[in-house]
């Protein structure tokens, strides 16, 4: 079949493998080999390709972009088991395979939220931090009474321990391009079919029984866990190197709900903040020149 | 045995033949099943069966680590799904995972007793500074040295243990479905031997309870 394009969009320039303590990530990256690195980290369920148009904006800009699948997303190895520790532990892996010198990160979502936790513990890697829409709030959880939200963690527990009975040797559901779309499209309403049918060809393989992600079906959506919102929150203060926080502000599934008065009283020294009015939890997808924009003025 | 929980084969001990439901034991942190009945599990009534979480004894080990006390939890759901009801009995890392058990799968555990064991207090309650922190080098198991690492730093808030005793005493019926028996209560443990529903008790008066 023909190939499948979106305007702006360009694959990556070179593509490697880094072995992170056994697992191989897929490694790529855009612009000239010998500009200043800078690193981008997709957020859960997605994949490196999803920077297909804004990585190429801040390579034209002269930076080389690096990006990369974590663990059982993309073109990375399927892990046996996957955590929030371990994709910080890859995070490092792919830095190390870059330089030995502090780079400036960029995050989205929940990659952006493991990103500060990183900088934290390793303030001498980074020179500064751009968080997309990754800072989770206390605010992102359901306010219920809490007989409901006992019956809520129930249901969710059940639902993860039947899921992980179920998935042994599963592969994820096939479909045509359009049906893997249109899944995709109910999680993020907000992006354009083109966009998304153009994810689908980058973030799925056919099978002769059609269109499958290639993101592990091991892997699930899940909302239990000790993990707690402002945990992340929490690491902001912390940093020492200069920071921009963008958030859109249009709520949406994916997204986590938190708005300026969640972020500002964490907001340290050397931070910028900056809401986006008319976006959602894609602010570099929906709005990939103003970010841009916004990221290499703050970058330079 | 082997039961499998997802890319992980996971070795289920039977220490002792008998009728009618299971005790499941399940082990500290770094440590394995053991190779008899312990002393306190005597008297139990029926067939005795002890697991080998992932990365400990004969279970496999992943690939680079991730390990949590909920993927623990998974690995007894498996061993449950072999087994059916069970009560269970854990040491350590074993008694927080007994009891996230006991709250996600109210009607097939019948009892959990949680007792002193390496790996009780995992890595406090909210998270400390963060670091990154590999195994030492050349380092090889069983025990996974990612276990050892990772799942003593898993953070254990006490509210967080304290919804999952509630969830054993909504939906078990029983009236005490979890007992503590450990003399040393980090605040996840503490919070819970406060907790309706919860009783302290050494592990044989536990199980002789459970047993009826």
């Known amino acids: ?300 | 045995m082997i039961v499998r929980h997802g890319r992980i084969d996971l070795a289920l001990h039977r220490l002792r033949a008998g009728e009618g439901r299971a005790l499941l034991l399940l082990h500290g942190l770094g440590e394995r099943a053991p190779d008899e009945v312990p002393a306190a599990a005597q008297d139990w009534p029926g067939p005795i069966c002890a697991l080998d979480f992932t990365g400990h004894g004969e279970s496999t080990a992943p690939k680079s680590g991730g390990y949590t006390s909920e993927i623990l939890m998974g690995d007894v759901d498996a061993a449950l799904e072999a087994l059916g009801e069970a009560t269970l009995v854990g040491r350590g890392l074993g008694a927080y995972v007994a009891l996230l058990v006991a709250g996600a799968r109210p009607t097939l555990v019948r009892g959990a007793v949680l007792a002193d064991g390496p790996g009780l207090a995992g890595g406090g309650h909210s998270p400390g500074s963060p670091a990154l922190l590999l195994p030492p080098a050349g380092a090889q198991g069983p025990p996974d040295p990612w276990a050892l690492l990772e799942l003593s730093r898993d953070i254990r808030p006490p509210d967080y243990a304290q919804s999952y005793v509630r969830l054993a005493v909504q939906f078990s019926g029983l009236d005490t479905p979890i007992s503590v028996a450990a003399a040393v209560r980090p605040p996840w443990l503490e919070a819970v031997a406060t907790e309706p529903g919860v009783l302290v008790a050494p592990v044989a008066d536990a199980l002789q309870r459970y047993a009826e």
């Open chain 1, 1 to 300: 079949m023909s190939e499948i394009t979106f305007p702006g969009a360009r694959r990556p320039d070179r593509s490697r493998r880094v072995d992170s303590h056994g697992i191989g990530l897929s490694v790529i990256e855009w612009g000239d080999p010998g500009d200043p690195p800078v690193l981008l980290t997709h957020g859960g369920f997605d994949f490196a390709g999803t920077f297909d148009v804004f990585a190429p904006m801040l390579a034209a800009a002269g930076w080389r972009v690096v990006a990369w699948d974590a663990r059982g997303c993309g073109d990375s190895d399927r892990a046996d088991l996957y955590s929030w520790e371990a994709d910080i532990r890859d995070a490092f892996a792919v830095i190390d395979s870059i330089t030995d010198a502090p780079l400036p990160i960029i995050g989205h979502s929940k990659g952006g939220s493991q990103m500060l936790q990183l900088a934290e513990a390793a303030p001498h890697r980074v020179t500064r931090i751009v968080n997309l829409d990754g800072l989770p709030s206390r605010r992102s959880w359901p306010d219920v009474p809490e007989h409901t939200r006992t019956k809520l963690l129930a249901n969710e527990l059940s639902g993860w321990l039947d899921h992980r009975r179920a998935v042994v040797d599963k592969q994820r559901k096939p479909g045509t391009l359009d049906e893997l779309a249109e899944r995709r499209g109910r999680m993020n309403p907000r992006l354009t079919k083109d966009w998304l049918r153009y994810l689908v060809s980058v973030g799925a393989r056919e099978d002769e029984d059609g269109w499958r992600w290639k993101i592990d079906p091991m892997i699930r959506m899940g909302g239990f866990g000790p993990w707690r919102p402002e945990w992340s929150m929490w690491r902001l203060p912390a940093l020492g190197m200069p920071v921009l926080a963008v958030l859109g502000m249009q709520p949406e599934v994916m997204g986590w709900g938190t708005g300026p008065e969640d972020v500002l009283p964490y907001l340290p020294p050397n931070g910028r903040f900056v809401q986006l009015e008319d976006a959602g939890h894609f602010v570099h997808i929906e709005q990939p020149e103003v970010v841009a924009d916004l990221v290499l003025e703050f970058l330079t």
